[in-house]
């Protein structure tokens, strides 16, 4: 009986982590991602260049993660290509286990190269350890990015964690575009 409590309470904060997510407009969700960039570029110097080196960019402004046993993240984001807006995407995870807690944090994945570019945009929903892998790079505030250094195709980084959960990866995220 315990475990069917728990297990409502969790599909219940999955329901409103996704209703959080679906109300969106594409207006208000650029000026998000501008504010993102903002925060972004604020606290990694070299971010800026690192930006137009990519083929494309994908920023999420806010993801929301809820769990109870059982948790549930999405978010919705935009596509870049050369600073403009492109497509609308939005992302998903779910995960089994020991968590208990909320969290919201930013994320940003630059393509670096036209080929994973190209084969994200024409998927029909990119899985993150499926269809590519994201490096995650960890750079906390004040630091700098050193693109010379970077060498794989798709780089991620996570940025603005607020919240009591604290997980560093996005193995098993899917990615969809999304009609706005």
């Known amino acids: 009986m315990k475990f069917r409590k728990l297990s409502g309470l969790s599909l219940l904060l999955a329901a409103i982590i996704i209703a959080a997510g679906c109300a969106t407009t594409g207006s208000s969700l650029d000026r998000d991602v501008d504010e ?7 606290q990694v110097d070299g971010s800026d260049v690192f930006l137009s080196q990519a083929a ?29 807006t492109v497509a609308y995407y939005r992302t998903t995870s779910g995960s089994v286990g020991f968590q208990l807690g909320a969290q919201a944090k930013s994320i940003v994945i630059a393509f670096m190269t036209r080929e994973a570019l190209d084969k994200f945009r024409n998927s ?43 997980n560093l990866t996005l193995e098993g995220t899917k990615f969809s575009r999304l009609e706005k």
Do not use: C, H
């Open 124 to 166: 029909e929903g990119w899985k993150v350890g499926v269809d590519g892998s994201v490096a995650l790079i960890d750079i906390g505030a004040g630091k700098t990015i050193d693109s010379q250094n970077i060498v794989d195709p798709v780089v991620g980084f996570i940025f603005g964690s607020k919240g009591l959960m604290y």
């Open 56 to 84: 494309g960019y994908l920023v999420f402004p806010k993801v929301y993660k809820a769990g109870v046993g059982v948790g549930a993240e999405t978010g919705e984001g935009v596509l870049r290509i050369g600073g403009s």
């Open 36 to 42: 993102a960039l903002g925060v972004f570029r604020q």
